[in-house]
């Protein structure tokens, strides 16, 4: 309907039902009268007409979208009655000298339910006839506090959701058999499952934003349980700076179940040693190398060149930093390769850092098992030409971003990882610049993540496969994960190798059955096929040896252990030695020298 049909029909509505109260009220106080007879009434019914279309017209009652009407539009009808009847009162007062009080009083309560009937039946009109209730779905909310009644508030309000809350899930017992907008608390999380087929649920919100990773699981898991499917609402820090609101419901992600507590971050420290500073980062395409530089970027230093030998990749962060930040500093791409010894010599003297952060490198463990020379080349002589590149033109701090991997590593890729720790640990001896590294394990959603892998295989129908019933990992979120680098920077004193606490290892297959369950399947019809392990891989990973371990961290979630460290000129001659190597005594002679099981006097291999 067009806005001047909607008028009009409003404004006759209204009309008929002014001079219908006013009809009505005069003949209750006195049946016999003859109301057309009577110019009291004429005066007033005038007037009253009137006063109710200006007032109508004051308060906006011709332009409210009445099928979402509520509290505020019942009160503006209140206002424009009661404004309509004083002056219809002060009228006839001054042209009668008289005021029927009790007609007038009937009027007003008679004009209010009608002018109000006839708005709010149209919501009630809508909501039970036009809304069709089969797109409805009924819907269990976890979470009876603030968050889960401003989202049942959201559901009952705003008809363009196709969600009807119909119960509310609390583990506080005080709540239980409370009723909340009508809507019952049926029980606790455990009652979940029950719940969902007692009410006929379709859908689950979990709307509780404080929830911890530990809670989050323990209630996704009685939501798994079900055939409903699982939503929730946005984390509490963004519903405060009100970057997202709470009715922008999400799927749950792997993400939120495996990810761990925000931790929070010196931020005075990170500035002291970024903010105004020339920042390197290499392998700056990358999952990690990418969101190092991204976190940086928060912290306004001078300048951020971005190292990669991919150009796509740079391409992208390039483009995504200069969209975001545009001239608030420095942006340089570089395309170079750092095994280009040369050409690493080069950026440095020319970019003269404040600080690098060592991301690239070559990560995946069966294709390192397939090209152990690779790995090598890029990353113990690439490491080894960019933390010397750094000491010769005065660097002040170099992060090597290694691997859980590299602890006791059984494969080529760990064990280019220790070599490369093991050279900055040599040249942090003697050095002005601080060197250190920083070891965490596998991160969620980077492009070698299994993750990935196992969403593809979902969408192919299946099956998922996983090496081993028994494999664990530790995970860590990427954004988490850089965060604790830049932190671990801003604690190097020189040689340290931070290692970052992962939580508690999970076992692969968990991993796939959340991610299956999360699709909207079951385990059953997408199928987990176990492949055995692949070259290379360990069962279990560990983030320090023993002899390394200690038990205090020094910042939240970040532990400090000294690694062994091998003579310089000795690690020299070795790596320098490692290209002329066949492939099988290069395989030994590099996990034999990271397990520390090498015999440099006869340069060989020690037997288990």
Partial sequence: MTYGKRLTTLAVLDSIIVLTAVYISYFTLNPELQ??????????????????????????????????????????????????????????????HNMYVRALMITWMLHVLFIGGSRFSWRMFRDNYIVKQESIKRTLIIGAGSGGTMVARQMLNNHEFDL??????????????????????????????????????????????????????????????????TQIIPKLEDLMTGRISVNQFREVQVEDLLGREPVELDINSISDYVSGKAVLVTGAGGSIGSEICRQISNFNPSKIVLVGHGENSIYQIDMELRRKYKTQFEIVPVIADIQDRARIFELMEEHNPHVVYHAAAHKHVPLMEYNPKEAVKNNVFGTKNVAEAAETFGVNTFVLISSDKAVNPTNIMGSTKRFAEMVIQSLAQTSNTKFVAVRFGNVLGSRGSVIPLFKKQIQSGGPVTVTHPDMTRYFMTIPEASRLVIQSGALARGGEVFVLDMGEPVKIVDLAKNLIKLSGFTVEEIGIHFAGIRPGEKMFEELLNENEVHPESIFPKIHIGKANVMDAELLSELINSLLDMSAQELHDTLIAVANNKFDHSKKMAVAN
């Fill in 35 to 96: 109301i057309f007879k009577i110019p009291m009434l004429l005066v007033t019914a005038i007037t009253l007409l009137i006063s109710h279309h200006l007032f109508a017209s004051i308060y906006k009652l011709y332009n409210k979208a009445w099928q979402y009407a509520s509290v505020g539009e019942l009160i503006a009808i209140v206002k424009a009655v009661t404004f309509t009847i004083a002056v219809t009162a002060i009228m006839q007062e001054a042209v009668f």
């Fill in 164 to 229: 009807k809350p119909v119960a509310f899930i609390d583990d506080d017992p005080r709540k239980y058999r409370l009723d909340i907008m009508g809507i019952p608390v049926v029980g606790n999380s455990s009652h979940i499952p029950q719940t969902v087929e007692k009410y006929q649920i379709e859908n689950i919100v979990i709307a509780i934003p404080s929830l911890t990773k530990k809670e989050l699981n323990r209630i996704f898991e009685e939501c798994a349980k079900t055939k409903a499917k």
